[in-house]
């Protein structure tokens, strides 16, 4: 016996609870990293928005961008950034922050780009872009493999570097000159 396509007292489809659950999910844990003082908690809460994110992925139909958020969003730049944290022995924010004074602009900013944003979901084929991206992994691992290789090395070594140069900072002594 399977599960059913929709819940059988409500007769919504799971793919829908799920949705709302990762949305929910990730804009939750999206402004516990802007809110949070203690910045190692802040790094953790990134990390589950950028899951919930990949989950969003995964139900969009692109599972080679689902994996890639998880490989590259959670499995590198988060792990980075809370050992830069960690290095630099600095737990917790500040009493007053300063993008605190800036909050008026930073409204204007976030009513305009909520704008653009309602602005162009509304104006995308959704079926399309369904379409495109159930029909595009295997074509898109195809060219970032041999025709975007080149690029794809450099962007890599260019992140090992990013890497060893965040150490390197992170690792100074205080007194010491910076390079």
């Known amino acids: 016996m399977g599960i059913p396509d929709t819940m059988p007292i409500l ?13 929910a999910t990730m804009l939750g844990t999206g402004l516990l990293v802007v809110t949070m003082r203690d910045i190692i908690r802040c790094g953790l809460a990134m990390i589950a928005c950028f899951g919930a ?17 998880v490989l590259v969003y959670i499995g590198a730049i988060s792990v980075l950034i809370l050992f830069a944290i960690m290095l630099t022995q600095t ?3 500040p009493a007053r922050l300063v993008f605190q004074t800036q909050a008026v602009p930073a409204a204007i900013a976030a009513v305009v780009l909520a704008i653009v944003i309602a602005l162009t979901v509304s ?18 691992a195809r060219i970032l493999f041999s025709t ?26 205080r007194g010491e000159p910076r390079l």
């Open 91 to 93: 737990k917790s924010a």
């Open 123 to 140: 104006a995308t084929d959704w079926g399309a872009v369904g379409q495109r991206i159930a029909a595009g992994s295997e074509e898109i």
């Open 53 to 69: 994110l990949s989950g969003l992925y995964v139900l969009a139909g692109a599972p080679l961008v689902a994996a890639a958020e």
């Open 148 to 173: 975007y290789l080149l690029p794809f090395e450099i962007v890599s070594v260019l992140l090992l570097a990013a890497v060893v140069g965040g150490v390197f900072l992170a690792k100074q002594e």
């Open 11 to 23: 007769g919504i489809r799971w793919e829908d609870v799920l949705f709302v659950i990762l949305a």
